[in-house]
């Protein structure tokens, strides 16, 4: 209670006061804390309060808020950079998978097929299946492991921001 007059003390004498300091009585009277412009008492303890600077009291406000706003935002980006991750993790291994599947099957080569194929062997066309299949999905598993990368930085460099 007695925070709030004395604070409420002060918006007043700031605003009929432009001066640098304000100065304010504190009596206590029947126990009870009591502040005034004019001295209230015989025992009244003199205050002195310095004028706050609104603007300059807004101005840190603001900045603080704006370094928890970009806390909260890099957390949240760093929180989707990892989810990134996990589903070009993800990616790479069904890649994987099907190019071991596609691989199996290229196993089971015939020789009709080896010879529509137009090769002299099924050696020579199940590694001319393997190399067209290595063709199709090592790329795609080298641009995701490189999405990975630059995620991975990107984070690192979040993370090391204050």
Not at 13 to 42: D, H, L, R, W
Not at 91 to 102: G, L, N, P, V
Not at 128 to 141: G, N, Y
């Amino acid at each position: 209670m007695a925070k709030l007059i004395l604070l409420l003390c002060f918006f007043g004498a700031c605003t009929v006061s432009m001066a640098n300091e304000v100065t304010v009585f504190k009596c206590t009277i029947k126990g009870v804390p009591t502040f005034s412009q004019t001295p209230c008492a015989k025992d009244a303890k003199v205050i002195t309060l310095k004028n706050a600077n609104i603007m300059q009291t807004n101005a840190l406000q603001s900045e603080n808020a704006l370094v928890i706003d970009t806390s909260v935002d890099d957390y949240l980006e760093v929180q989707q950079i990892e989810r990134d991750i996990v589903q070009l993790e993800l990616k790479i291994k069904q890649y994987q998978q099907e190019y071991a599947q596609k691989k199996q099957q290229v196993g089971y080569m015939t020789q009709d097929k080896a010879n529509r194929l137009g090769a002299n062997s099924i050696a020579d066309a199940i590694a001319t299946e393997t190399a067209v299949l290595k063709q199709r999905f090592e790329p795609q598993i080298k641009q995701a492991q490189q999405q990975i990368a630059a995620l991975t930085q990107k984070k690192q460099q979040l993370n090391q921001q204050p």
